[in-house]
């Protein structure tokens, strides 16, 4: 049996005090920390050691936090926590934007970090969990096909190997895939995490606040649900449709729900 690998983190911060606080926190949560004190570096560190985790300082000296946040998002789906002493609604709009994918303020409580990071990792697939969910699923035998009654169109869904499939648009929550018309798509997992709520839902409404809290791993609570954090869900799932080329006035995929909040589209023969 392949054991499971280690959780790698990189920290990029710029203040010493912060970065060694970071990488404690880090260390204690199992993690092995590379630290950085510029965002090139930072930017290396995440292609050389793909991380699971990155938090990631706005002021560092040369490229601010939103650009290193955009060029690590070209190549990696890391987990971005992104950090700043900035506490405007419009900072963590901007780097949310830029491929975060969870905003924190300076100072934080440590035990605040400790659990965004704790529900981050309820809902990370490792690679080994992939690999044998993908195994399983070549195993199995294929379903036999039920006939279909006359009923309003739902995602269908192969039992066998995990997937959900709408308009040519498929997710994989075992196997943390996604592809669109038959080409593999890259999302960050907060935009993976959004695109299965919206699919496993079929074409019942999700509210803003029921996402917010699937994002941060609260869904299974009444938690409170800032404006902050129901902007952050309108910011990702922008992200979300720009990727699937899913416009909001004909959508394909995702359907919003004036005053509510999203569901599934209609199903297109």
């Known amino acids: ?36 004190e510029s965002g090139q570096e930072g930017i290396a560190a995440v292609r050389a050691y793909d991380p699971i985790l990155t938090t990631l300082d706005i002021s560092l000296p040369g490229i601010d936090g939103f650009e290193v946040a955009r060029q690590i998002r070209a190549f990696s789906s890391t987990y971005i926590i992104m950090l700043s002493a900035r506490d405007e609604e419009i900072d963590t709009l901007m780097g949310l934007d830029a491929g975060a994918d969870d905003y924190l303020t300076k100072p934080f409580r440590p035990r605040e970090l400790r659990a965004r990071i704790e529900a981050m ?32 169109p739902e995602p269908e869904e192969d039992s066998a190997g995990g997937w959900l499939s709408h308009n040519g648009l498929r997710i994989n929550s075992e196997m943390w895939l996604v592809d669109l018309d038959g080409a593999p798509l890259e999302l ?82």
């Open 121 to 152: 990792l309820r809902r990370y697939v490792t690679p080994v969990q992939a690999a044998a969910a993908a195994s399983a699923a070549e195993a199995a035998p294929a379903p036999v096909a039920a006939p279909k009654a006359a009923a309003p």
């Open 188 to 269: 960050t997992r907060s935009e993976f995490d959004l695109l299965l709520a919206i699919m496993s839902g079929n074409r019942r409404v999700i509210s803003k606040d029921t996402l917010a809290l699937e994002l941060r791993g609260d869904y299974a609570t009444s938690g409170y649900v800032s404006d902050s954090d129901r902007r952050a869900v309108e910011v990702h799932m922008a992200n979300l449709r720009r990727k699937l080329n899913d416009p909001v006035a004909s959508p394909r995929y995702i359907e919003t729900v004036r005053g509510v909040g999203y569901r599934l589209a209609d199903a297109r023969r």
């Open 1 to 36: 049996m392949a054991a499971e690998p280690e959780r790698v983190a990189v920290v990029i911060e710029d203040d010493a005090d912060i970065r060694n606080l970071l990488a404690a926190i880090l260390d204690q949560a199992g993690f092995r920390c590379h630290t950085c």
